[in-house]
């Protein structure tokens, strides 16, 4: 009651004249509805939403207008004020009813206003649930209490910020009751027959398991909860406490529709067929009303109007579409165009109130839902049509082929009966030709030089007569060579195993394994067969003959192998004579090689290996046991001799030697024991190659040395100190004697370096390196044979280690910005009583870190020694090798053992670190030879320009 009176104090004191409106609404006895628009109502724009009823009626100078019909409104975003005033009613107080019919007024103010006081006042919209409202009708519906003295004002505040409408209806209340029991009954009628459709067709999936029934029943599912919306009973039933559902169910219930009808319409109508260009056009469309959807949780005011044009063109375009299918031959469609005329007649009438084209009436409110129905109803009986057609169709089909099916057989059964004919004929034919190709098999079986045979099961065997020996045996049919190659007859049924054990060189091993592989072969998969091919011998010797054999499987209609047929030849000459070409062929390669060696050096050759050898067996034989350092003697001759086998390209006294040297390193390292027959065995293995090449060079190439080389060593020695004692004048007078008998003692170092590194082009070969630069620095001298024989190891040794080891690859010499060929520089100094030999090269030195760690591995050193000299010095002892792998060339850990073995009993063997290269303790060094007096001469001018000449 207090905001009564201050709202009457307002009036009062603002004296607002309440004849505003320019035409009183008069409610007479016998109206029974009066729907108001026009001059009836008078409508303000609230912009801003702020003006409150006082300020309203206190204000003369607000713009009240008419609206042209029902005041509408079409996306806008502020607050309206509606007035009506009521005339008095004669015969005192009446009670009418103010409807306002329809859904979407998201706030709606009602306002009753008699002698300047408001007796009644209402608040409610879609924001608030539906308890709010005073009246439980679908629309906004009002009590109005009309006064029979004085006039009544109707004040409406209305928001929406779409679509606003504000139909204004005054009912009488039985009438208004009867029109609310209609409502209901139509809306009852209209959801029962969408249920049953729904049902109907539920039902038809079910048995059909059509995929186009589940769009449709979503359509008519969807649509029949939009009309629900669009009534204003969805909210009243169904969510009548949720104001905000209620508020987005409009956009979600329409663009699911038009989801559906367009996703049902495009497989029922088989657009992809008859129609692709519309069949696109429809799926864009219902691109669209997806993207409507998902319009709606972001801003579902402007989703509303957006599914709304989704509703004014997807129909036609169906309607279209469904047209030109039907034109197209497509007959179900038929019914689909009736139904969706009538749809689109209902949409259309409804979209038209809507928009205001038209006014609005029974049908603009009720079109689309009577539309909708007759459509639903009519394009189920489309849907049987279709199936029935699709039916008859497949009926039609199925006898089609039942009939083709019928003359096929009739036809097969002439071809068989024809067939058979034929058949019969050709049986008798073949009978002939089987027995005279049969008669050509056993002449052919009898006649060819080969042994021809299969070998069976015992219990494949049929002919009880035949006697077997085991498992398996030898069948019937079988070449008469075969009897030739084993020098046996009757061999039916006798088995192959027995013979092959008596009659081969085959070992019960291996015959057990041939044995276990014919189990597994014969009876099962050819693959078992193929997986044990190697079980099967492919040559033996058997007496004095060499029989290649083979073995094949004979499979029978179940893809199972049968049979084994084996395929016997003597192959002895063949054998012989490819043993003689291969025999020939290396015979011809050793003589290649040794022809390519100068005669001198390939005797020294001869001579050193055939020394080194006799030591080796010497060695051998007298020790019975393990003797390290006999072992390390005999590994060195052998890795010196294949050294300058290598040098020399002798490759199979190379190879020979590189497997007696495998020998010596699995004794040395624990993988095998000391076997004197065994290491014997390896060294008759490189005597007999040995001796081969000296026959070759001797006997083939007849290669005479010279007498020098006959000479007797001390006598050549006394020879020389007469020399050295004799006069200069006599020295010049049998000068031509002294240079003889110097060549014959003696070796020019020029000629002794340029023989010992002419391997680096081998080397370098092999190791896919650049040939090095070689620079031998110093004047020439004179070796003593003896001294000369034991540097040749010595270089030959340091050579390979520098190629092998020292120097890098051109792809890592020119990263390291390096020339890409190497160098190996050799120093001769004359130090008065010896004569110091200097050999380096440029390539990586010494990893010093890696010596160390290998020195503290073998015991040699202590962890904590600091001494780089001595650390470096491990390169000589036993076994000590930085190389990763074990190769033809180096890395078994003795050759810079050999070298220091060799020096010392020459001279001395010494290594001086020249510069630490990095921070890796990787440092370049320099090897030391010293060699006495008494190994060498050095030369006068005279002596030395007549040698050189």
Known sequence: ????????????????????????????????????????????????????????????????????????????????????????????????????????????????????????????????????????????????????????????????????????????????????????????????????????????????????????????????????VLLGLAFQHLWPNLPGFGQISYFITSASTSFFVLMFSRKFLKTKFYAPKMDKALFGLQAYAFGTFLLGFINHYQANFY??????????????????????????????????????????YNLLGSFSIVEESFLTQFGMPIGSAIEVLLTSLALGDRIKIEQDEQNATIQKLNDTLIREEQEKRKAKEQAIKLQQEHIITLDHLVERKSQQIKSIMKHIKQGIFTIATSDQNDDAEVELEGDFYI????????????????????????ILAEKTNLTQDEIARVRSSLFAALGSDPMNFDINIDNFPREVELDDKIIAINWQAISNEDDLTEKIM?????????????????????????????????????????????KFLEENQRLIQSNQELSRSTLQIIFINYHTLKGNARSLAFKYIGEAIHLAEDRCQRIRNGDESWDQTALMRDHHSVQKTLNQYVELSSGKLGRIMKKGKFFDIEALQECVELIKALSPT???????????????????????????????????????????????????????????????????????????????????????????????????TDLGSQLKIGFKDDGRGLDLTKIKALGIARDLISEDERDLDKIAHLIFAHSVSTAEDVTEISGRGVGLDAVKAYMDHLGKLDLTLLDIQDESNRASFEFELYLPDTCLYRLDEESSQSLAS
């Open 1 to 228: 009651m207090v905001h009564k009176l201050i709202l009457f104090l307002t009036f009062a004191l603002c004296g607002q004249d309440l004849a505003l409106s320019k035409q009183e609404v008069r409610l007479g006895e016998e109206l029974k509805k009066l729907e108001l628009a026009g001059n009836y109502l008078e409508i303000l724009e609230d912009q801003t939403g702020s003006l409150t009823l006082a300020d309203i009626r206190s204000n003369s100078e607000l713009n009240w207008t008419h609206p042209e019909g029902s005041p509408k409104y079409w996306n806008q975003d502020f607050f309206v004020w509606v007035r009506m005033v009521i005339a008095p009613v004669s015969g005192g107080r009446r009670d009418w009813t103010l409807e306002i019919p329809w859904p979407f007024l998201e706030q709606l103010d009602v306002y009753q206003i008699q002698a300047n006081e408001v007796i009644s006042q209402y608040r409610t919209g879609t924001k608030l649930p539906f308890h709010t409202r005073p009246i439980d009708f679908n629309y906004y519906a009002f009590p109005l209490e009309v006064s029979g003295d004085l006039p009544t004002e109707i004040y409406l505040r209305v928001h929406y910020p779409s679509d606003l409408r504000i139909p204004v209806t005054i009912w009488k209340n039985q009438n208004f009751l009867e029109h609310q029991i209609r409502v209901q009954a139509y809306f009852g009628i209209y959801m029962g027959i969408m249920i049953a459709m729904i049902l109907y067709n539920m039902m038809l999936y079910l048995k059909l398991k059509d995929p186009n029934l589940v769009s449709y029943i979503l359509f008519i599912a969807t649509f029949a909860l939009m009309q629900a």
């Open 307 to 348: 599914a709304s044009i989704t509703g004014l063109i997807g129909p036609p375009i169906l309607l279209g579409t469904a047209i030109l299918t039907y034109l197209r031959g497509y007959k179900p469609a038929r019914l689909y165009i009736i139904g969706f005329t009538t749809f689109l007649t209902g949409v259309t």
């Open 475 to 498: 069948e019937g049919y079988y070449s008469g060579f075969l009897e030739d190659i084993l020098g046996m007859t009757n061999l039916y049924g006798r088995d192959p195993l027995k």
């Open 566 to 610: 084996v395929v016997a030849r003597d192959v002895t000459e063949v054998r012989q004579l490819e043993l003689q070409t291969k025999e020939h062929k290396i015979q011809m390669e050793k003589i290649e090689e040794i022809i390519a060696v100068p005669m001198d050096r390939c005797q020294d050759f001869f001579i050193q290996c055939q």
């Open 730 to 828: 006599a020295k010049v007078k049998h000068r031509k004697l002294i240079d003889s008998v110097y060549a014959s003692y003696y070796k020019n170092s020029h000629d002794f370096f340029s023989e010992v590194f002419s391997q680096t082009n081998r080397l370098s070969k092999d190791l896919k390196k650049p040939v090095p630069h070689i620079n031998v620095v110093g004047d020439p001298v004179l070796f003593t044979t003896d001294a000369a024989s034991v540097l040749n190891n010595v270089f030959t040794h340091l050579i390979r280690n520098s190629m092998d080891h020292g120097l890098e690859t051109e792809n890592e010499r020119i990263v390291q910005q390096k020339p890409a060929q190497g160098t190996i520089t050799v120093t001769l």
